[in-house]
Nanobody, 121 residues
Framework: QVQLVESKGGLVQAGGSLTLSCTEP????????MGWFRQAPGELREFVAG????????KYADSVKGRFTISRDNAKNTVWLQMNNLKPEDTAVYYC??????????????WGQGTQVTVSS
């Protein structure tokens, strides 16, 4: 079983930045593809960004390209989502996810609890 723990989100003004982190305290996630998803009130959960096990391959939703960066450090067993130039429409609960894959999938097997990110205008 994989237990993912996200860092606390927060309240940010539009145009600001915030970085989320995700780790697994009990086992290595180095062989997993990792992803970030988000879900706004009344909306479906959507893919935000993903990274393969080595960090050499990434994918982004069109809505965040050029603003968000996913990265990982396998030595620290941690994945980050750097979010810049945040917009009110980025307000959502953000989820970390993991999946056994050599590529960057859009569906994931393991999920964190989620963390709230609120962007004020």
């Amino acid at each position: 079983q994989v237990q993912l723990v996200e860092s606390k989100g927060g309240l940010v003004q539009a145009g600001g930045s915030l970085t989320l982190s995700c780790t697994e305290p009990r086992r290595t996630i180095n062989s997993f593809a990792m992803g970030w998803f988000r879900q706004a009130p009344g909306e479906l959960r959507e893919f935000v960004a993903g990274i393969n096990w080595s960090g050499r391959s990434t994918k982004y939703a069109d809505s965040v390209k050029g603003r968000f960066t996913i990265s990982r450090d396998n030595a620290k067993n941690t994945v980050w989502l750097q979010m810049n130039n945040l917009k009110p429409e980025d307000t959502a609960v953000y989820y970390c996810a993991a999946h056994r894959s050599n590529d960057v999938p859009y569906t994931y097997e393991y999920w964190g609890q989620g963390t709230q990110v609120t962007v004020s205008s």
